[in-house]
Nanobody, 115 residues
Framework: QVQLMESGGGLVQPGGSLRLSCATS????????MGWYRQAPGKQRELVAR???????NYADSVKGRFTISRDAAKRTVYLQMNSLKPEDTAVYSC?????????WGQGTQVTVSS
């Protein structure tokens, strides 16, 4: 059974930082990309950042220059370093693992940016 284990969410003040982690049991050879998505209350889920097996990355315009996605292939883990957090970054952040056959989703971790 495929598992995605997310961690690192929490409450942080505006301007603060958090680092999200997502470890997967999906065999590394099957992974084509990994990414982070978020969904705020009353809004649709949106892509935050994505990284391919080749290392190419793309980011939502709203997080460029503040967030950095990275991965550790040996640990089958993807990270999202979030700096200069803003109240509008508050959302449930979910990890997604893409394979040629299907996609796998984590359960999500809450990130709240508030003073």
């Amino acid at each position: 059974q495929v598992q995605l284990m997310e961690s690192g969410g929490g409450l942080v003040q505006p301007g603060g930082s958090l680092r999200l982690s997502c470890a997967t049991s999906v065999t590394i050879l099957r992974i084509s990309a990994m990414g982070w998505y978020r969904q705020a209350p009353g809004k649709q889920r949106e892509l935050v950042a994505r990284i391919t097996v080749g290392g190419s990355t793309n980011y939502a315009d709203s997080v460029k220059g503040r967030f950095t996605i990275s991965r550790d292939a040996a640990k089958r883990t993807v990270y999202l370093q979030m700096n200069s957090l803003k109240p509008e970054d508050t959302a449930v952040y979910s990890c997604k693992v893409e394979t040629p056959r299907t996609d796998y989703w984590g359960q999500g971790t809450q990130v709240t940016v508030s003073s």
